[in-house]
């Protein structure tokens, strides 16, 4: 199937091409882009990481592009003036799969971008999460087209609100009352509206801040907004005086967005689970030897960790040099991991998302974000799946022949993956005195699964043969 573009901006679209990530802006905003793409300010701030690394496709490839009936269809007659390559960001993810802190992250560098652009005369026309993709755990603006030239004597940035809905009304639902950013992101692309988070308040914490001056207010005004006049321009004499209201305003977000920031992570059923497990240390000793001894020998450079929880063998990865991916249910893991991951500077990308209901394509026509499992097919070197496999054959009773298939489509070679037995103490626990549920799947059935798919490289038995660690190479 043709791959789709987007669509929002009149100024370009962006598509996938040729494993390449390529933007085609139109002729009427081709001089505004690339007068900015020239400027000092965008050298440095993609020198320093915040912005994608762009570059103008030659006249010879935009031609051979242009002759392309594929590329004739995704255009669709919009006008392109020029075409652009982005670097492709490895593993694109979206705000429904961060953790609080990722959008934190996210919102504290549009705020940073939009006021470190004023002194070039530039601003951001949006502010919405959906511009940032992560680069590891790092955030990265990758929306060329809302950079925009401002109006001197505009005292105002326009996107103020869709900031305050996107970002700061999100994580205030969270730091309040635990609303995750899947809860809000998958069911709505813009956020919260004031009055949303408003019936979330008792009459006590409408009075105070940060409550009443970013939810409560607003709402009790928001009869004004039904009048034109609020959203017309308002342009003053003096430039200076508008820039100074227009600082003055960026300030005031950046007091807002940080009396929004999330609390300490709060324990969840599995935030403990590494210091609580039921491994003897001698038997989580080896799992660890077993599991530093594949990434020694085989070093590879992309892995996805399923089922990570706070990121243990996550990062053991990364310190071995590769690019890791790290994904679990688990809100209150993925924000221990995501901390760690911050602080360490570790290459992992660490995301909320449950294997067994990954994330669903998303936007209009189910075709602007694509699936977990379609950005993750064959995008990987190696895909670890310790401590998970039981509970995806107990918990969700997903066939055994179907969790070995969909590892198979995830991996390029490897598969580390460990077998639970039925007489171990937390199967039976999971069971819940359902053993028959469970009692079929022994380990040769589950050996000779995995041989449809993959060669078994070597073993390894613990606590008490009731878990085996096993090295799997994919059959090509």
């Not at 959906?130 to 990265?140: C, D, E, Q, R, S």
């Not at 929880?309 to 995501?338: K, M, P, Q, T, Y």
């Not at 660490?350 to 379609?374: D, H, K, Q, T, Y």
Request: glycine content about 4%; charged content about 25%; overall charge neutral.
């Amino acid at each position: 199937m043709l791959a789709f573009s987007s669509f929002r901006d009149p100024g370009g679209f962006c598509f996938p091409w040729n494993g390449k990530f390529l933007r085609a802006v139109s002729s009427e905003a081709l001089a505004e882009i690339q007068q900015f793409l020239n400027s000092a300010k965008c050298g440095e701030l993609s020198a320093h990481g915040m912005i994608v690394p762009i570059r103008r496709l030659s006249e010879a490839e935009q031609n051979t592009l242009a002759t392309s009936k594929d590329f004739q269809q995704i255009a669709c007659a919009r006008s392109v003036g020029a075409v652009f390559e982005h670097e492709k960001i490895e593993f694109a993810s979206y705000p429904y799969e961060w953790v609080p802190d990722m959008l934190y992250a996210a919102g504290q560098l549009t705020l940073d971008l939009a006021q470190s652009c004023l002194d070039e005369g530039y601003s951001l026309k949006d502010a919405t999460p959906y511009n940032i993709l992560f680069k590891g755990n790092a955030p990265v603006f990758v929306d060329l087209l809302s950079f925009e030239r401002r109006d001197p004597s505009d005292p105002m940035w326009k996107p103020h609100a869709q900031f305050c809905r996107t970002f700061v009304l999100p994580l205030l639902a969270h730091k309040f009352w635990g609303v995750r950013p899947a809860d809000i992101f998958c069911s709505r692309r813009d956020g919260f509206e004031p009055a949303e988070v408003y019936q979330f308040c008792s009459f006590f914490r409408k009075l105070l801040p940060p409550l009443l001056t970013q939810v409560s207010i607003p709402t009790w005004l928001s009869h004004k907004a039904a009048t034109k006049s609020i959203y017309r321009d308002r342009l003053l004499s003096s430039p200076e005086k508008a820039r100074f209201i227009l600082k003055s305003q960026f300030n005031r977000l950046h007091r807002a967005l940080k009396a929004a920031k999330p609390n300490r992570t709060r324990k969840t059923v599995w935030s403990d689970y590494m210091e609580s497990h039921s491994y003897p240390e001698v038997v989580f000793k080896a799992k660890e030897d077993f599991v530093e001894s594949f990434l020694k020998e085989n070093k590879p450079g992309r892995l996805l960790d399923i089922g990570s929880n706070v990121g243990h063998f996550s990062a053991l990865a990364a310190r071995s040099g590769a690019r890791v991916v790290s994904i679990d249910s688990d809100l209150g893991c993925i924000s221990e991991l995501w901390k760690r991951a911050h602080s360490e500077e570790l290459d992992i990308l660490p995301l909320v998302i449950n294997f067994s209901r990954p994330s669903a394509a998303m936007g209009w026509r189910n075709r602007e974000c694509a699936s977990f499992i379609e950005r993750a097919a064959l995008a990987f070197d190696a895909v670890l799946m310790l401590a998970v496999l039981h509970h995806l054959l107990i918990t969700e009773r997903v066939p055994l022949d179907e969790i070995v298939d969909l590892a198979a489509e995830l991996t390029t070679r490897w598969l580390v993956i460990e077998f639970v037995s039925p007489e171990d103490e937390m199967s039976k626990v999971l069971t819940r005195g359902r053993d028959d549920l469970y009692s079929d799947i022994t380990q040769a059935v589950f050996e000779t699964s995995c041989r449809r798919r993959f060669r078994i490289v070597r073993t390894l038995e613990l606590a008490n043969k009731c878990r085996s660690l096993y090295l799997l190479e994919k059959i090509s």
